[in-house]
C-alpha cells in the first residue's frame, strides 16, 4: 500500500515538471484593421525557451469550413520572430468571418494554437477622407470629399454603402473658446455649406461613419479658407486706377528706353566730332553729295605712302611797275629771240622798274635819277645787285618764274 502510494506521487511530480518545460501558447490575440489593411499582433512568454530563439507561425481559414472534415488551413507567416503578421496581402472578404491561429515554434518544440476569430465588416475600423479640398463660391464655400481607400487604392463607398461623411465648419477667431461650431451630414462628394458670411474666414473638418456597426473615423486636419462676395464700387475703381498707372509707367519707361538706345546709338555711330574737311574730301568718294568711303583698290594710282617730305621756304613775289609815260625808253633793249626784253647796256643812268617787295632797298622813285645825275651810275649798280640776289635765292627755278615767266620785263631806264 505504501509502495503505490510513493509510486503515485513520483508519477505526478514527473508530469507537472515536464508540463512546466513546455512552451506558453501566444496570448491576447488582437486584430489592427482600418478600411482593407489588416495586422495580427499576439503577446508571448519566451521564458520556457531561453536557450532556443522562438519562431511563430500564424494560419487562418473561414469560418464555414471549420464543420468539415478536412481542414485547410492557409498559412500567411512561417518562422517570423516578430509578434505580428500581416494579412493585408490575403485579400480578405470584407463581409466573411475568419478563424486565425498562432503557435509558437522553438527548435523541435511547439506551443498550442491560440484561436481568434475576426470578421472585417464588425471590426475592422473606417478611415478618414483620404482628401478634402475647399473651393469658393460666392459668399459660400463648396466641400469636395476623396472617399477613404482601400489597401488596393479603391474605394471605401464601394464596399460600404450606407457610409456617410460628417462636416463640422466653424469662423475662425482669434478667441478659440467663442467658436461656435456648424455640423452637415452628407452622403455626397461635394457640398455647399449653407450660412455663410461675406469675405469671412471659416475652418472645415470632415468624418466618416457607419450607423450599422456604430464605426467613425477621426477628423481630418482643418482646412480654412475665405468667402467671397460683390466687390465695391470703390475697389473696382481703385483697381482701373492702378491698372491705368502702371500701363502709363510701361509706357513712359519703354520711351525713355529707345530713346536712350537712340542717343547711344546715334552717338557711336554719328559722332559730334567731325572729321576736317580737308580728311573727308579724301577719305569719302568725290562725286557731289556722296558720304560713301572711298574704296582703294591695289591697282589704285593713289599713292598711299611717302618715301620723302620736302619743305619749300616761302616764294618770292616780284611786282612790276610800269616807268612813267614822260621818259623815253633807250635804245639799248631789245628783244631777245625768245621774245623777252633783255639788258644789252649795263652804263646807261636810269631805274629799273623790277624790285623785290622783300628787301625795299630796291625802291627807288623814277625822278630820283633825275635830280641826282651823278649817282646814276651806283643806283644802276645796286640794282644789278638786286637782281643778281634774287637769282641766288632760287637757283632751281631757272627757267620758271615765280610770276609769269614770259611777263617778266627787265627795264632801264
Not at 500564424?58 to 505580428?84: E, I, M, N, S
Not at 468571418?97 to 491560440?114: E, L, M, Q
Not at 620736302?310 to 616807268?323: F, G, M, N
Amino acid at each position: 500500500m505504501f509502495a503505490a502510494v510513493y509510486l503515485f506521487v513520483l508519477l505526478w511530480c514527473f508530469q507537472t515538471s515536464a508540463a512546466e518545460a513546455e512552451l506558453a501558447k501566444p496570448q491576447n490575440l488582437t486584430m489592427i484593421a482600418m478600411n482593407t489593411q489588416y495586422a495580427l499582433s499576439w503577446a508571448c512568454d519566451q521564458s520556457a525557451a531561453a536557450d532556443h530563439t522562438v519562431t511563430f507561425t500564424t494560419q487562418y481559414l473561414a469560418k464555414f469550413k471549420l464543420l468539415r472534415r478536412k481542414k485547410d488551413w492557409t498559412t500567411v507567416c512561417v518562422g517570423t520572430p516578430h509578434t505580428r503578421c500581416d494579412l493585408t496581402a490575403s485579400n480578405l472578404h470584407y463581409l466573411g468571418i475568419y478563424v486565425f491561429r498562432v503557435r509558437a515554434d522553438a527548435g523541435k518544440d511547439h506551443s498550442d494554437w491560440a484561436e481568434t476569430e475576426f470578421c472585417p465588416d464588425k471590426e475592422a475600423a473606417v478611415g478618414p477622407p483620404s482628401k478634402v479640398d475647399l473651393a469658393p463660391a460666392g459668399s459660400l464655400l463648396d466641400v469636395s470629399i476623396s472617399d477613404p481607400l482601400t489597401s488596393t487604392n479603391g474605394s471605401m463607398r464601394e464596399i460600404i454603402k450606407k457610409m456617410y461623411y460628417r462636416i463640422i465648419y466653424w469662423e475662425r477667431s482669434v478667441d478659440a473658446q467663442g467658436l461656435r461650431t456648424k455640423v452637415v451630414n452628407t452622403s455626397v462628394n461635394l457640398v455647399t455649406l449653407p450660412e455663410l458670411e461675406v469675405w469671412t474666414w471659416y475652418c472645415v473638418s470632415v468624418q466618416s461613419r457607419y450607423d450599422y456597426y456604430n464605426k467613425s473615423s477621426n477628423f481630418t486636419s482643418p482646412h480654412c479658407m475665405q468667402t467671397e462676395g460683390t466687390v465695391p464700387w470703390w475697389q473696382i475703381l481703385l483697381y482701373f486706377l492702378a491698372s491705368l498707372v502702371i500701363c502709363f509707367m510701361l509706357v513712359v519707361l519703354t520711351l525713355y528706353g529707345s530713346f536712350r538706345c537712340y542717343s547711344t546709338l546715334k552717338a557711336t555711330l554719328y559722332p559730334s566730332i567731325q572729321l576736317p574737311t580737308h580728311i573727308q574730301e579724301y577719305l569719302c568718294d568725290s562725286s557731289p553729295g556722296s558720304d560713301m568711303p572711298r574704296l582703294l583698290t591695289p591697282d589704285s594710282e593713289v599713292e598711299l605712302t611717302c618715301d620723302k617730305l620736302s619743305i619749300c621756304t616761302e616764294a618770292v613775289l616780284l611786282e612790276i611797275h610800269d616807268p612813267p609815260a614822260s621818259e623815253e625808253l633807250p635804245s639799248e633793249l631789245e628783244l631777245d629771240s625768245s621774245g623777252r626784253h633783255s639788258r644789252q647796256d649795263s652804263g646807261g643812268s636810269g631805274d629799273s622798274g623790277v624790285y623785290s617787295t622783300e628787301g625795299g632797298s630796291g625802291l627807288r622813285q623814277p625822278g630820283s635819277a633825275q635830280s641826282s645825275g651823278g649817282m646814276g651810275d651806283s643806283w644802276q649798280g645796286r640794282v644789278d645787285l638786286e637782281q643778281v640776289k634774287m637769282r641766288d635765292m632760287a637757283p632751281e627755278v631757272k627757267g620758271q618764274r615765280l610770276i609769269a615767266d614770259e611777263g617778266v620785263v627787265d627795264m632801264c631806264v
